[in-house]
Structure formats: C-alpha cells, structure tokens
C-alpha cells in the first residue's frame, strides 16, 4: 500500500490526483474510492492506496481514506 495526500480534485470529471510520500503524483477516478464517495474528499486529505499500471501510465485504484 501506498500513503500520500489528495493534490487536486476535478469535481465535474470524477477524478484528480494523489501526491505520494515519495513526490511522485498518481491519477485516481471516482470508481476506485473504497468505503467513501468522491463528494466527501477534500484536497489535501490523506489516503493510502494500490498503483495500477494503465494504458495512461499508473493509477490508483482501492483508494481509502485514511483517518488521523
């Protein structure tokens, strides 16, 4: 698992990007939210998640909040 912060949340398309604990940035979609909805992320929160590798280049997927 991997740990990082939302960077940035487009509201209207369902996605946005993490930045990860090693500065690398990971885009995510709505559909790979676990146990939370896409209107309840804020930028900044932080989350832990898997990378996937995609026909775009790597992609969160089973991304959770992570409460502190």
Do not use: C, Y
């Amino acid at each position: 698992m991997h740990t990082g912060k939302i960077k940035k949340l487009v509201r209207d398309r369902g996605f946005g990007f993490i930045a990860d604990t090693d500065g690398k940035e990971v885009f995510f979609h709505q559909t790979s939210l676990v146990e939370t909805t896409f209107d309840a992320l804020n930028e900044d929160q932080s989350v832990e998640f898997e990378v996937e590798k995609s026909d775009k280049g790597p992609r969160a997927a089973n991304v959770r909040v992570v409460q502190q």
